[in-house]
């Protein structure tokens, strides 16, 4: 990776991969099904640059999440497996698909300091979810099961034709951050992968766009300046 120092430290009983960089933003970027990846980049990558760069954290304490989060300007909480209900006050479904209390146990303090820190993040897929859990939301642990709607929409993708064309719409409410983004469009088509969703919404945030079925796809926090 141009313009990146690499360099290995041990810290907190596990080996870490730290990168420095001066004049450009650094990102920590999560991701993996199986356990925590935490990496400092320059830009979202595409995992394979990853190779032999990575951090593998299994347990965190509050002042490691405040250290890895100084070292950075921004978090990115990738897709990935479901949140583990008891995190939200629920008793674990039958509906619920696979887990990863790892990422759970370094995602949920992680996300909350960073808010705290006033550090930009980005919540994709399960990453959205983070968001909403570690602000006190809750979740649908699995929506064909959970959600009474009289609209049905299939938020999880089983083809893999699906997967890379416009599966459904949802509805931009005005006066939001992606109301502006979109350039004035109330309605856009996109592409869900995902059987958990928000139920309860964590506080401050506020919705930014819904699919027909009433399930939120999009939050922001109104009162951070990202």
Do not use: W
């Not at 939301?137 to 999880?156: A, P």
């Not at 996109?190 to 958990?196: G, I, K």
């Amino acid at each position: 990776m141009e313009g990146l120092t690499y360099e290995k430290t041990n810290h907190c009983n596990h080996t870490q991969n730290r990168y420095r960089q001066s004049g450009r933003a650094e990102v920590l970027l999560c991701f993996s099904k199986f356990y925590p990846l935490c990496q400092r980049v320059r830009r979202y990558p595409n995992p394979s640059h990853l190779s032999g760069k990575t951090q593998q954290c299994h347990t965190v304490s509050a002042a490691d999440v405040e250290e890895i989060l100084n070292h950075v300007d921004g978090v990115i909480f990738s897709g990935g497996p479901d949140i583990h209900p008891g995190l939200f006050g629920e008793e674990l479904m039958d509906c619920c698909g696979a887990l990863a209390p790892e990422r759970d146990a370094l995602e949920i303090p992680l996300m909350q300091k960073a808010i705290e820190m006033n550090k930009p993040v980005l919540g994709v897929c399960r990453g959205f979810q983070v968001l909403n859990v570690a602000t006190g939301g809750t979740l649908y642990q699995d929506i064909n099961t959970q959600l009474k709607s009289s609209v049905k929409i299939e938020h999880r993708r089983f083809s893999v034709e699906d997967r890379d064309r416009e599966v459904h719409k949802v509805n931009v409410i005005r006066d939001t951050p992606l109301h502006t983004f979109s350039e004035g469009l109330l309605q856009i088509g996109v592409n869900t992968l995902h059987h958990q969703a928000i139920k309860k919404l964590g506080e401050p945030l506020r919705s930014m766009a819904v699919a027909d079925d009433g399930i939120i796809e999009a939050v922001y926090h109104p009162d951070k300046k990202f």
